[in-house]
């Protein structure tokens, strides 16, 4: 075994125990850092009441608004992604990336990684 492979996994043994120790609140924090690190294909669809009425594509992450000045969480979310008009997960000429929010008390919607 070469002394870079066995580093790597002495490193990542490391990791795996210390993650354990975690709280399972903190493990899926760390874990969505991760996932927005890496990066994610979201799709976030919007429902009125069983009608899909919107589709954003291409989506990195969705974040959580915090106040400027206080910091305080705020009831809505929000992200950039592709407008899917026609609702069938490509970006096809003239579906422009866009800001988007939506709020967590009365928006109904699924957000989900396309692969």
């Known amino acids: ?6 580093v790597v996994m002495v490193g990542a043994v490391s990791l795996l ?8 609140e903190t493990q899926n924090s760390i874990s969505r850092s991760i996932q ?3 990066g994610t294909n979201g799709v976030l669809d919007i429902y009125a ?20 000045n206080d910091a305080r969480v705020r009831p809505y979310r929000y992200g950039y992604g592709y407008d899917d008009k026609n609702r069938n997960l490509k970006v096809d000429a003239g579906e422009k990336k866009v800001y988007f929010e939506f709020s967590d008390y009365s928006t109904n919607y699924i957000f989900y990684e396309n692969r």
């Not at 009425?53 to 969705?62: L, S």
Request: with cysteine.
């Open 1 to 6: 075994m070469n002394r870079g492979y066995a």
């Open 17 to 24: 125990v210390s993650i354990s120790g975690c709280t399972q």
């Open 36 to 38: 927005n690190w890496t």
């Open 49 to 68: 009441g069983e009608k899909l009425v919107k589709r954003f594509i291409k989506i990195d992450k969705i974040s959580t608004a915090y106040g400027t």
